[in-house]
């Protein structure tokens, strides 16, 4: 059976944090879908689309990362998608505390699914998409913060 792994978030806007997870697990999953959680709610800063086609810019050149939106719960995804692992990235104690609960939850909602963490290299743990959001609201330069495909309109 293939070994297919969501990674999913926000990523408004993706980061190198994020970019080095996914190249990091590239070697350990036949498939990774990087999935963009959309929620009806909550519109967030840059508009789905725009997310997924940096995604899918950044991700060109390695064929077994698929970029999707999802809608829902991540397990329900998992599910429709034939997927058995959720891939996380671990910066910090709290980031720890928060994926735990999640994990579990998931876990228990469809026992089939493993959850994978990643710790975070040193260099992007004090890394998050919104501190990118404020420098940009604030009219700082975040180039050094996402991959060289995300140009900022
Ligand atoms: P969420 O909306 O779930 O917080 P994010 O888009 O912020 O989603 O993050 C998605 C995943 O990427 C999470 O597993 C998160 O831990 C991981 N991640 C976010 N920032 C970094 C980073 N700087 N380094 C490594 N992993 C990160």
């Not at 940096?54 to 397990?75: D, Q």
């Not at 609960?101 to 743990?125: A, C, D, R, W």
């Amino acid at each position: 059976m293939q070994k297919i792994a969501v990674f999913p978030g926000s990523f408004d806007p993706v980061t190198i944090g994020h970019e080095s997870i996914v190249l990091r697990a590239i070697p350990l999953f036949d498939k990774i879908v990087v999935a963009v959680g959309v929620n009806a709610d909550k519109a967030g800063f840059f508009p789905v689309e725009q997310r997924v086609e940096w995604l899918k810019k950044v991700f060109e050149n390695y064929p077994s990362v698929e970029i999707k939106t999802y809608e829902g719960l991540t397990v329900e995804f998992c599910k429709k998608n034939n997927i058995g692992f959720i891939l996380r990235g671990l910066r910090t104690s709290a980031d720890f505390e928060f994926e735990r609960s999640i994990g579990q939850i998931n876990k228990q909602l469809y026992p089939e699914i493993e959850n994978v963490f990643l710790l975070t290299t040193p260099e992007h743990t004090a890394l998050n998409s919104s501190i990118v959001r404020d420098i940009i609201r604030n009219n700082g330069d975040a180039t050094p913060f996402v991959p060289k495909q995300v140009k900022f309109p």
